[in-house]
């Protein structure tokens, strides 16, 4: 089955600063790379995704990006705010029936 | 907007009870899915479901069970629960290849 290994596990920026975490994968047959936010006490939402066939995806101060070859994809959070502070999910899928692996999660602690 | 719902907050019970945890979503969904939240752990699959009636283990099932006779409802039985079975229960839902949509989970303590 898929493997999914996200680091580090806890990432500490000043505010204004960038942020990025990595993603690796094993399953090549995935093609499908979302990434959730959880805030404390929240549940997870999605703030970005990208599909393999597109190698880098930008939403505001976010960016994803996707190299299937190496088979590892990362999240860039530019110019970080406290409100960035929470933790991170990527998340890969081969597609069929949607069955979704998470790697283990990165709280990120944006200081002000 | 999408509503995923679950049964309760916050769960106590005791070692050996039959404990039931149900979803609901409003969005006709086709697709359920159940994780357990851990620290250091991150999220992982118990079961998950495509339709009525179907069911697919996940990536760590054993001790659980699950249930979809309606599609909008997916149940998480835990036939004896155990002191390792305390956790944080989340229910998600999807349509398609897409977002998944959470509920906002059940903290589980088995005494």
């Known amino acids: 089955g898929e493997n999914v290994e996200q680091h580090p596990s806890t990432l500490s920026v000043q505010e204004g600063d960038s942020a990025v975490i990595k993603c690796t994968y094993s399953?090549?047959?995935?093609?499908?790379f979302p990434w959730y936010k959880q805030e404390l006490g929240k549940r997870p939402q999605l703030i970005i995704d990208?599909?393999?066939?597109?190698g880098e995806k930008k939403d505001q101060r976010i960016a994803v990006t996707l190299n299937k070859t190496a088979k590892h994809f990362s999240l860039h959070i530019t110019e970080t705010q406290p409100e960035d502070s929470a933790v991170y999910f990527c998340?890969?899928?081969?597609?069929?029936?949607?069955?979704?692996?998470f790697g283990i999660g990165t709280k990120l602690q944006v200081i002000p | 907007d999408v509503k995923v719902t679950q049964s309760s907050r916050y769960l106590v019970k005791r070692t050996g009870e039959k404990v039931f945890l149900e979803c609901v979503q409003d969005?006709?969904?086709?697709?359920m899915f159940w994780y357990r939240q851990d620290p250091g752990l991150g999220l992982r699959l118990i079961y998950f479901?495509?339709?009525?009636?179907?069911?697919e283990k996940g990536d760590i099932p054993e001790g659980y069970s699950v249930s979809r006779e309606k599609k909008e409802r997916f149940s998480l039985i835990l036939e004896s629960a155990s002191t390792n079975q305390t956790s944080m229960y989340l229910c998600?839902?999807?349509?398609?290849?897409?977002?998944?949509?959470f509920g906002p989970g059940t903290r589980l303590t088995v005494l």
């Open positions: 998600a839902s999807t349509v398609g290849r897409n977002e998944q949509f």
């Open positions: 969005m006709d969904h086709e697709n």
């Open positions: 399953d090549s047959a995935s093609n499908y």
């Open positions: 998340a890969a899928s081969p597609g069929g029936y949607q069955k979704v692996t």
């Open positions: 990208i599909r393999s066939n597109v």
């Open positions: 479901s495509y339709d009525v009636k179907m069911k």
